[in-house]
């Protein structure tokens, strides 16, 4: 069981926005540690999506942000595309009991 | 433009030890402050940190693996390495080296490389 909870599932129809929660505790994105996320499309290695809570890398279009508070963090997706379709992965650090990197469990997206 | 690819050890027995070295090209390995981690995913499941090697040489390990993990970087040849003991069917996953970027982000991957563990 992931440190990190995201929900298993979620979906939009195109044109829509979706959000994707990730849920951490006080002694990770509560604690004041950056969260991440990635795309992984399938068969695919991940692809940095938003760094630093919310900053996209470069050639990451506007339709994707990131947003933090207090023990969790959020990825929404506005405009939502057929190509949008993948898996996303929310990542960040934990203090307890020796600081290490954490994922999410990681969310499905489907495109109806 | 930074390449990187993993290679390695694809089958292995239980008990074995897994070898996989990651190739950069474009960059090197100690040039630009960075540093470089490997990461896995069994299949069908979520990723998993395995450790990181920083710039500096330092190395950090995911607790779970602390002891059967060495991570090294051969500065020469632009490669970093894992290396883990004591293979078991649950280390059967697909092995990605990513270097890190800002905030301790994993900015640019490798495809990936299947290591598939089997008595």
């Known amino acids: 069981q992931s440190v990190l909870t995201q929900p298993p599932s979620v979906s939009g129809a195109p044109g829509q926005r979706i959000t994707i929660s990730c849920i951490g505790s006080s002694s990770n994105i509560g604690a004041g540690y950056d969260v991440h996320w990635y795309q992984q499309l399938p068969g695919t290695a991940p692809k940095l999506l938003i760094f630093?809570?919310?900053n996209r890398p470069s050639g990451v279009p506007d339709r994707f942000s990131g947003s933090k508070s207090g023990t969790s963090a959020s990825l929404a997706i506005t405009g939502l595309q057929a190509d949008d379709e993948a898996d996303y992965y929310c990542?960040?650090?934990?203090?307890?009991?020796?600081?290490?990197?954490?994922f999410g469990g990681g969310t499905r997206l489907s495109v109806l | 433009q930074l390449q990187v690819q993993e290679s390695g050890s694809r089958l292995l027995k239980p008990s074995q030890t897994l070898s996989l070295t990651c190739a950069v090209s474009?960059?090197?390995?100690?040039?630009?402050?960075?540093?470089w981690g490997w990461i896995r995913q069994p299949p069908g499941k979520g990723l998993e940190w395995i450790g990181y090697?920083?710039?500096?040489?330092?190395?950090y390990y995911n607790p779970s693996l602390k002891s059967r993990i060495t991570i090294s970087a051969d500065r020469s040849r632009n490669e970093i390495s894992l290396t883990l003991t004591s293979v078991i069917a649950a280390d059967t996953a697909v092995y990605f080296c990513?270097?890190?970027?800002?905030?301790?982000?994993?900015?640019?991957w490798g495809p990936g490389t299947m290591v598939a563990i089997s008595s």
């Open positions: 990513a270097r890190t970027g800002d905030g301790n982000c994993f900015d640019i």
């Open positions: 630093r809570n919310n």
């Open positions: 090697i920083y710039h500096s040489g330092d190395t």
């Open positions: 474009g960059d090197s390995t100690t040039s630009g402050g960075y540093s």
């Open positions: 990542q960040s650090y934990d203090r307890s009991p020796s600081g290490h990197v954490i």
